[in-house]
């Protein structure tokens, strides 16, 4: 079994940043896809960045392109979101997750292992 803690959601205004962490346990964490995603309320959960432990990859949807930074470090067994420039529409649960079939990495039937969540509300 691979364990997955997310934390470094908050509050925060508009415009501004955080970094959310994924730590994982167990599974040797390195070989798996890592990737992060939000669900807002009444909406379906989407997949926001991607880290592909195979060439060290990277994928982002177009909303987050250029204010998001998904980093790894295999020491720490953490993945990390960078989140720069902050907007409202940006408030969700932030999941990360690791992908352990094929598809899209978007596709969130793609991954088996979960976190449990961590709140990212942005607001003035």
């Known amino acids: 079994q691979l364990q997955l803690v997310e934390s470094g959601g908050g509050l925060v205004q508009p415009g501004g940043s955080l970094t959310l962490s994924c730590e994982a346990s167990?599974?040797?964490?390195?070989?798996?896809?890592i990737g992060w995603f939000r669900q807002a309320p009444g909406k379906e959960r989407e997949g926001v960045s991607f880290?592909?432990?195979?060439?060290?990859?990277?994928n982002y949807i177009d909303s987050v392109k250029g204010r998001f930074t998904i980093s790894r470090d295999i020491g720490k067994n953490t993945v990390y979101l960078q989140m720069n420039s902050l907007k409202l529409e940006d408030t969700a649960v932030y999941y990360c997750?690791?992908?352990?079939?094929?598809?899209?990495?978007?596709?969130?039937?793609?991954?088996?292992?979960w976190g449990q969540g961590t709140q990212v509300t942005v607001s003035s």
């Open positions: 997750a690791a992908k352990t079939w094929g598809g899209q990495w978007s596709e969130p039937m793609a991954y088996d292992y």
């Open positions: 167990g599974l040797a964490f390195e070989h798996y896809p």
């Open positions: 880290f592909n432990s195979d060439d060290g990859s990277t």
